[in-house]
């Protein structure tokens, strides 16, 4: 079955909405200057909300490694999302300093050079993305001999992530600007977003 990522939580009200659901990844954005940014403390409560049965990604954006040791310390994160220009040793260095901390990394896909360059990351999970925010989809038809299991982004909503879990059929699929009205996530559309993901495979 398809795992599904709700990303871009901003409160705690968004995080009792994806308790509600059959969801596995949260997603906060950890670093600061993006309009879904979240600093500690909200973290800490919106972490302190979420059922212990999802995993919290902290997504950070060129963030020094010193930065996200905060993160991981106090307990706030469970898997380290990188969504900038990361390089494989900085991936590397995280993964020998906590084993136990997963690590996704986000790569934009615009041609075959980076859907390649996605397949060999040392990342634990990789995401495939139209770019940062976009909230639209890039071509699938790159997709065609990727061989490395992924999670889908970019420009998925509840009405079209159940033909792309059936297209593509991916690890994942992960939506922020997706199930949101007025730039704020809606209930009713993460619980869509959910179920027509992971119903999606059949």
Known sequence: MTVVKIC?????????????????????????????SVSMPEARLM???????????????????????????????????????EDEAF??????EYPDI????AFTVKNAEDVRRAESSAADMI???????????????????????YILAGGLTPDNVAEAVRTLQPYGADTSS??????RKD????????KNAKGGHR
């Not at 954006?61 to 994160?77: H, L, Q, S």
């Not at 995401?127 to 997709?143: C, R, S």
Request: aromatic fraction near 6%.
């Open 8 to 36: 871009g939580l901003m409160s705690v009200q968004d995080i009792r909405a994806v308790n509600e659901t059959e969801a596995d990844f949260a997603g906060m954005i950890l670093s600061e200057g993006f309009r879904r």
């Open 178 to 183: 997706g199930v949101e009205t007025d730039g």
């Open 47 to 85: 972490k302190g909300e979420l059922s212990p049965r999802i995993k919290m990604c902290g997504v950070f954006v060129n963030a020094p490694i010193e930065y996200i040791r905060k993160f991981i310390e106090e307990g706030v994160i469970d898997i380290v999302q990188l969504h900038g220009n």
């Open 187 to 194: 209930r009713e559309k993460i619980h869509a977003f959910v």
């Open 127 to 149: 995401i495939l993305d139209a770019g940062k925010g976009t909230g639209k989809a890039f071509d699938w038809d790159l997709l065609e001999d990727m061989h490395r299991e």
């Open 91 to 96: 991936i590397g260095g995280l993964k020998q």
């Open 102 to 105: 997963p690590v996704i990394r």
